[in-house]
């Protein structure tokens, strides 16, 4: 699983920005695709994606609101898919299962 330890590290060498562990909001749902938000998970990695799917969200707020966004395979948890959205837009992608990144 994506843990708060790997979401720090992953900010800190992806944008380069410091998170505070006690700064961070995090929730997870169980989501189903109609209920997936677009800006989050595009159609085409929808078609990728198991139904349902637990959706995590960690979200951070300093100079800018960061929500860092992992799909889990519902039934073991294991990382899907990870995108990242800084002040509403979309800044990265990466879907985890095959290794494959894509930069918005």
């Known amino acids: 699983m994506f843990g708060l330890e790997q979401l720090i590290d992953f900010m800190e060498e992806k ?10 909001g995090e929730e997870t749902v169980l989501l189903y695709h ?8 595009s159609e085409d990695m929808l078609q990728i994606l198991p139904n349902p799917v637990s959706f995590c969200s960690y979200i951070y707020n300093e100079e800018s609101e ?10 073991t948890n294991n990382p899907l898919f990870l995108v990242c959205l800084k002040d509403g837009v979309r800044v990265y992608e990466e879907l ?3 290794g494959k990144s894509k930069n918005a």
């Open 34 to 41: 109609e209920e997936l938000d677009e800006e989050l998970i």
């Open 15 to 24: 944008f380069g920005v410091a998170v505070e562990l006690n700064e961070i």
């Open 96 to 98: 985890l299962k095959r």
């Open 66 to 75: 960061w929500v860092i966004g992992i799909a889990l395979e519902a039934k």
